[in-house]
T-cell receptor, first 110, second 111 residues
Framework: DAKTTQPNSMESNEEEPVHLPCNHS???????IHWYLQLPSQGPEYVIH???SNVNNRMASLAIAEDRKSSTLILHRATLRDAAVYYC???????????FGTGTRLQVFP | DTAVSQTPKYLVTQMGNDKSIKCEQN?????MYWYKQDSKKFLKIMFS???????INETVPNRFSPKSPDKAHLNLHINSLELGDSAVYFC??????????FGNGTRLTVT
C-alpha cells in the first residue's frame, strides 16, 4: 500500500488560508488522493478527493502536483472549527481499504 | 438522523470478559467496516463486510468476531478482553467508490 507523509502539526490564525501538504512519492496511476479530518472525540469525516486535476468543494480545495507525488489541501479561510487532525490517504481505485497515516494536527488561533 | 450510529459510546469492563459493540447505518451502503484507534491516535482497519460477506480481515486476533446480520448492521464481539484491547473502535460504511462515513466511536476501557 502506497504511503503518505504529512507534517505532524501546523498552526494558523483565524481567517487566514491554510495549506496542508502531503507527500506520496510512491503513488500509482490508479491511486486516488483522499483527505479526511477528525475532530476531537469524533469519527473521521470526508473532506475531498481527487485523481489528477485540482478539485474544489464547499469545504476545501485540493491541489495535486503535476507528477502526483504531492498534494495540498487548502482551507481558504481558517475558522476555529477547522482545528482538527487532517489525514491524507491514498485509495486504490474502488478499493474499500483506507490506510490512515498519522495526519497533521491543525491548530487555529483567534 | 444519525447516519452511522454505534452503541455503546463508552464501555468499561474487566479483563477476561466478553463484550459486544453494535453498529447500524441508514445510508443504504453495501459495505461496513470496523476501525481501531489506539492511544497514539493511529487508525487501523480491522474488518470490512460487503452485503454481509467478510471482505477484509486484517490479522486481527480471533478473539474479535464481526457479525453482519444484514447489510445495515455490523456488530463486533470481543472474547476474553485484554488490557491491550483498550481503544476507540469506529464503525464506518460506504458504497463502492464513495467516501466512508464514520460513527462517533465506542471508547473501550479494559481494567
Amino acid at each position: 500500500d502506497a504511503k503518505t507523509t504529512q507534517p505532524n502539526s501546523m498552526e494558523s490564525n483565524e481567517e487566514e488560508p491554510v495549506h496542508l501538504p502531503c507527500n506520496h512519492s510512491t503513488i500509482s496511476g490508479t491511486d486516488y488522493i483522499h483527505w479526511y479530518l477528525q475532530l476531537p472525540s469524533q469519527g473521521p469525516e470526508y473532506v475531498i478527493h481527487g485523481l489528477t486535476s485540482n478539485v474544489n468543494n464547499r469545504m476545501a480545495s485540493l491541489a495535486i502536483a503535476e507528477d502526483r507525488k504531492s498534494s495540498t489541501l487548502i482551507l481558504h479561510r481558517a475558522t476555529l472549527r477547522d482545528a482538527a487532525v487532517y489525514y491524507c490517504i491514498l485509495r486504490w481505485g474502488d478499493t474499500d481499504k483506507l490506510i490512515f497515516g498519522t495526519g497533521t494536527r491543525l491548530q487555529v488561533f483567534p | 438522523d444519525t447516519a452511522v450510529s454505534q452503541t455503546p459510546k463508552y464501555l468499561v469492563t474487566q479483563m477476561g470478559n466478553d463484550k459486544s459493540i453494535k453498529c447500524e447505518q441508514n445510508l443504504g451502503h453495501d459495505t461496513m467496516y470496523w476501525y481501531k484507534q489506539d492511544s497514539k491516535k493511529f487508525l487501523k482497519i480491522m474488518f470490512s463486510y460487503n452485503n454481509k460477506e467478510l471482505i477484509i480481515n486484517e490479522t486481527v486476533p480471533n478473539r474479535f468476531s464481526p457479525k453482519s446480520p444484514d447489510k445495515a448492521h455490523l456488530n463486533l464481539h470481543i472474547n476474553s478482553l485484554e488490557l491491550g484491547d483498550s481503544a476507540v473502535y469506529f464503525c464506518a460504511s460506504s458504497s463502492v467508490g464513495s467516501p466512508l462515513h464514520f460513527g462517533n466511536g465506542t471508547r473501550l476501557t479494559v481494567t
